[in-house]
């Protein structure tokens, strides 16, 4: 009997406890060693299985059904299925002699009628879990948002403070912020001018990369810097430390849409449409 090793895990909240990929293989390749399996092929996958789609997964099945294996090495069973699509699919195939064994480090699989109750318990238990998980973090989201606290990864020119669980100023990048707005507040800079000044004085984002035009435009359209935020198309009073005024941000406002009138307006001359060339018979524009 052949079997497929498959060893998973994604970079989110599910599988923070779960071993690492290196640690599942080491301990797959101790169980074919110690039981004398055949692996055909080690296959590895770093995405969730929340949901149906893993492509890795999915060809191994579709291989699995060529008859280029007859069975999988996994580490526990959510390994292979967090979703009701994928653990039916697995069954299924369990049930039509399609997969004909299944052997986990952590869980004893039996190919019997008990054996396969227990798997889709313990593939309902995966998705328990996964299901409670999101549901405590909505919660915790929807505590955030009524204590007036940012609920996500801080913007720029904040940090994350993990005793409160608040975002808190930057003292390094709020003073780049607060420039940005002043200096856009006066009309005189177009975004890529204040690009320059803000990369050329050191401001760097999140990856250490330099800012670009349309990330200085998403700052300037942000009321969490005069201390509220959107959340979910709702406006929500931070109780975050502000940055700048709400006067200064409603004058970049102001520039903002008289700058996008002045450019739409210039796409609009009097006189186009209005002669032709005299070699090509083309319309003359502007």
């Known amino acids: 009997m052949t079997y497929f090793l498959y060893a998973r895990k994604s970079t989110d909240d599910e599988d923070r406890q779960v071993l690492s990929i290196e640690a599942q293989l080491v301990e797959l390749r101790d169980l074919a060693q110690r039981e004398n399996l055949s692996v055909v092929k080690e296959l590895i996958e770093a995405k969730t299985a929340k949901k149906p789609g893993r492509p890795i997964f999915n060809d191994m099945l579709l291989q699995i059904e060529r008859g280029k294996a007859d069975g999988i090495l996994a580490w526990h069973p959510d390994r292979l299925a967090r979703n009701s699509v994928d653990g039916g699919k697995i069954i299924y195939l369990v049930d039509q ?3 004909k064994d299944m052997r986990f480090p952590t869980y004893r699989f039996d190919h019997n009628a008990q054996g396969k109750f227990m798997l889709s318990i313990a593939f309902g238990q995966s998705k328990y879990y996964i299901d409670a998980l999101s549901e405590n973090i909505k919660r915790g989201i929807r505590l955030k948002l009524s204590k007036g606290i940012w609920p996500q990864w801080a913007p720029l020119g904040y940090l994350n403070d993990r005793p409160t669980r608040a975002i808190v100023k930057d003292v390094g990048k709020a003073p ?6 002043e200096l856009y507040s006066t009309g005189n800079y177009p975004l890529a001018e204040i690009r320059e000044k803000m990369n050329a004085a050191g401001l760097r984002g999140r990856k250490g990369l330099p800012l670009s035009p349309s990330q200085i435009q998403i700052i300037l359209q942000s009321p969490i810097y005069y201390g509220v935020f959107r959340f979910n198309g709702e406006l929500y009073e931070g109780t975050h430390e502000p940055i700048i005024t709400k006067k200064l941000f409603d004058r970049c406002q102001v520039v903002m849409t008289g700058r996008a009138r002045a450019h739409v307006c210039a796409k609009h ?6 002669m032709r060339c005299g070699e090509c018979g083309r319309m003359v524009t502007a």
């Open 97 to 99: 002699g399609v997969i």
């Open 176 to 181: 780049f912020i607060q420039k940005i707005f």
């Open 269 to 274: 001359f009097v006189l186009r449409a209005l």
